[in-house]
């Protein structure tokens, strides 16, 4: 594999060529040659950079980028040679997939891998040294499994998928086709299902799975918990972030992503087509319906029925100012009560004073 | 290993055995069979379902389950064949141990681990392929040692555990008997011990151990510090859940519950049977009484010497109602002295009226 | 590895030669040895305490220690022998050097490693069991490879790191001198870059790297992503706790520090000398100046141009307390129209009354 910012010998692409490619209008030299794509402050002669937001173009003013991907709206503010388009950050992606390295599957099993007897592993996957294969685990053409990651007893890995290092597709697992999995992540370990019995808290058997649709991303050290009963279920589409916590029982409906350090809790439902902030905390069971839209570090400790912008940051401040503001936190019932008050009092004087 | 929900034939068991088994009142067919043990909303003729929740009373109604475990208060909600506990969730437990698979362990060392000629592992633990056994380790009777669990020099690990894949028991830590730790938790990692000199940090050695007493349960990918000089302790029948962070030097008390994504940070002590709800965030050097109980996202900036429920949430709103409510947490000292101002001036106003 | 807690032969060392070592004004017997450096409240005879918080006075009285390091301003406080520096934590993490176990670096490459051919490791490397170099990787002398670490294809590891167990040093990633990573970490997974497309997310190729200084510390189970085209960087002397999300593209300046738990979103500059506390959660593409301090579980939502302190968080309090209050925070608007209404009504009362 080649990394293409250290590859001797880069690609070129014409802009004539990227304009095909993107649907662009070009303005410039059609036959000028971009070798690589970059961003804004750091593209130098010889690179494409992309504007995708409006907010930036002071930025376009200093650069020496060969050319630029930009949206219909911002193109008067350079004299760049330009590829004027609709949506700059979705043409921005296909470029940047036209740069990428190809990482080819080369199918095989290592001999340095462990394999059950029993283990069902198709001719086009790719085994790496230092993985695991379970009793009856089944792994489909095109999936690479890389070093030291474990797919439990009877786990199966659809096709076309990348389990990365160090990962655990716990016993039973499912995970369908083209699905990433970053490394670290632990998939199907016991969810936390508790009963207390005379002050000491009794495990309760955690026997169901964890059920992972196709064209799912799941992030580095990501964790998600076997259901106790039935599934635990990722959608398809659905897009975890680094470090989040998914609780045992909890569906995630489809096209969802959520960002890092998101906690959700067991047994709760959310929909489809939402997106959660990063350090967001989702209570358990609860429902968050489809569409809702969490911001980052918000505490949600009740089911949405209604698809909006759900907010719940403490502004931040310079700590003293913070410090005079937060004690009144302590009271705010009391002012509250004090206003009433004060209103009452005034209406009484205005009353006499008629 | 055969999974229940896809064994092909199930286990089954008479409702009147059952009966016995919980010391239930059996009302219904005491010879009806049950398969599997399922919640509400998807138990079906054949599977034995239990409502713990009066709030979910209304779920059984379409219920097609063949019996149900339920309290005595909720027993008139349903015509279901049903066994009468006093507990139901504690019932439910027993039952589900009942229906789990068991999951033998299988003495013996894989040809595939790594056993440092030093290590001392009991004729009755099971070693599993790639997993690592550092110089002076030990490994008690009936211990799994998962794939990829690496056990370090000197480590103790006692009887009947089962230590997960891609899990650190770092060097010279000490786990007790019976303790289950999930995939890629990191116990003994160097604690975030720190000095500055100079405008640089420079780094403490962090010489003490991680000592996890029994029957301690730990979640996937949760980090545990171990101690400066003396020794980070996790008391017996403690749970800890998935992705949490404790620092060095912290001692938590037994039988102490965390939820997932909590932080507690170095040399605070957590007391007994306390509960920590997910997300929330323990500051250092500060002491937890015994039967604290903190909140879901809650933040604990001090001691607390008082058992009791502790919270700090900030309630979520729709985006524009939080931003028009939030803007106001900047000034609520100024608010507060406007209504100081207000209850004087209107104090004066009433003197001079009399 | 002999740890020192456990040691049969301990180290001694006499005051003298501690009050040499340290700069120090000795007090007491100079000749009395002491074998071991404890906590105040686990220090008996023979041990060596310090006080470096004077907070902690009291606590001295009760001590058995044979010596105790201490700040001139509380030298008064205790009767023990006593060596009187002028910073006693500097003080102390130079006795704790003392008295820490060596981990020789044993040099070598084991046999039960895979190294790819096309791998470059100095003779001067440790490379343990189980673990992975990948192609065109590069290891530097003195460094040490732990059981499960991957380093991948074309990832370069300075001179004299510890890169520990379960550990990931994605492609192409480089890591300078003196670093130590503390197992579990991922260092390059994909960055969670996503372009909506018609309901569903397209993936943005990764292709930067995460470029890593030297004399840096990371935690357990931390996380740190490629960038999408440019690096993610990590400067020299950074010092991240465990369970930290540093997203794509991020920038941290040299000698920050940062907490557990903490996340930082993508594309977000953290300047020089900063501190971030546990928790505390960072947006994306915003910049924090040289010097920021950051409380723990703070919300940073905007850029921060200024050096000093920044705090969000809510006190927490008693919950049936928490509750009255909170309540209010949802109409904190309200609260405030109505001040200012009071405001005007009673000003038009004082306005008649003159």
Chains 1, 2, 3 share one sequence.
Not at 95 to 105: D, G, M, N, R
Request: net charge neutral; with cysteine.
């Amino acid at each position: 594999m080649i990394h293409p910012l250290h590859s001797p010998s880069r690609l070129s692409v014409t802009l004539s060529e990227l304009a095909r490619l993107l649907n662009a209008e070009l303005e410039g030299d059609a036959e000028l040659k971009v070798y690589r794509v970059a961003p804004i402050h750091e593209a130098r002669n010889g690179d494409l950079t992309f504007l995708s937001n409006s907010h930036y173009r002071s930025q376009l003013a200093s650069c020496t980028a060969s050319a630029v991907i930009i949206n219909k709206l911002d193109k008067d503010c350079t004299s760049l040679a330009k590829l004027v388009v609709s949506d700059s950050y979705a043409a921005f992606r296909q470029v940047a997939l036209y740069f990428s390295p190809v990482i080819p599957v080369t199918p095989g099993i290592s001999p340095q891998a462990y394999i059950h007897p029993a283990a069902k592993i198709d001719a086009g996957a790719q085994i790496d040294a230092f993985s695991y294969i379970g009793q009856d685990a089944r792994v489909g053409t095109g999936t690479v499994i890389e070093a030291f990651a474990a797919i439990g007893d009877g786990a199966v890995v659809g096709k076309d998928c990348r389990i990365g290092s160090h990962c655990l597709i716990g016993h039973y697992c499912n995970i369908g086709d083209r699905t990433i999995i970053n490394g670290g992540a632990i998939i199907g370990g016991d969810g936390f299902g508790l009963v207390p019995e005379q002050g000491e808290w009794k495990k309760i058997p955690q026997m169901g799975r964890v059920v992972i649709g196709s064209d799912v991303e799941i992030g580095a050290n990501t964790t998600i918990d076997r259901g106790t009963l039935s599934d635990t279920i990722i959608g398809n589409g659905v897009k975890l972030d680094n470090l989040i916590q998914i609780g045992h029982n909890v569906v995630i409906g489809e096209h969802t992503a959520i960002a890092g350090c998101v906690g959700i809790a067991g047994s709760t439902k959310i929909g489809r087509h939402c997106t959660i902030g990063g350090a967001a905390m989702i209570h358990g069971h609860i429902d968050i319906c489809d569409g809702a839209q969490i911001s980052a570090a918000t505490a949600i400790t009740k089911s949405i029925i209604k698809p909006g912008v759900y907010t719940s940051i403490m502004p931040f401040q310079e700590h003293e100012t913070w410090r005079r503001n937060a004690v009144n936190l302590r009271h705010l019932n009391h002012m509250n009560e004090k206003i009433k008050d004060l209103e009452q009092k005034l209406m009484a004087m205005e009353r006499k004073d008629k």
